[in-house]
């Protein structure tokens, strides 16, 4: 069901000082600042040759990495997004095999403009997984 490995998500509590790490430190080719209000999070891209380094600072009230920063201060990795060929046939096969689709169950359009769905992660080995339409 899965195919590629589309981004690592790790949440940060300072995203310019993420961004200085990624671009400066690291050498990596990083992208300008994306707010999603209706995702609650500011996301940068960091591009690497075979994937990418979501990097997530929390945007707004509620925002539903503030918790995750909160148990992880200094951030952390938050979530693996795999690319699927069929989100509605995915979240289906895997709602019948009974594993937890979070919020309504219906795909949001994610970061790239494309319907994603997040897994719970006692389903997944600790895991948080996105997956997102191919
Ligand atoms: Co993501």
């Keep these: 069901m899965i195919g590629r490995l589309n981004h690592v998500a790790i949440a940060v509590p300072d995203l310019a000082a993420a961004v200085a790490q ?3 430190t690291l050498g990596a080719r990083v992208s300008a600042p994306d707010a999603l209000p209706e995702h609650g999070v500011t996301v940068v891209f960091v591009t690497l040759a075979n994937t990418k380094i ?3 600072e929390p945007l707004g ?3 539903p990495i503030a918790n995750f ?4 201060p200094a951030g952390g ?3 693996l997004c795999y690319e699927v060929d069929d989100i509605i ?3 289906d096969q895997l709602e019948a095999g009974g594993a937890h ?3 309504d169950g219906e795909p949001k359009l994610g970061a790239h403009g494309k319907p994603v769905i997040f897994l719970h992660p006692k389903d997944f080995c600790g895991t948080l997984i996105e997956l997102e339409q191919a």
Excluded: I, K, Q, T
């Excluded at 920063?69 to 992880?72: D, F, I, K």
């Design 61 to 63: 009230a509620g925002s």
């Design 101 to 103: 689709v979070l919020g």
């Design 69 to 72: 920063l909160e148990r992880n």
């Design 22 to 24: 990624y671009r400066d």
């Design 89 to 91: 046939a995915a979240r």
């Design 77 to 79: 990795v938050h979530h």
């Design 54 to 56: 979501e990097l997530l």
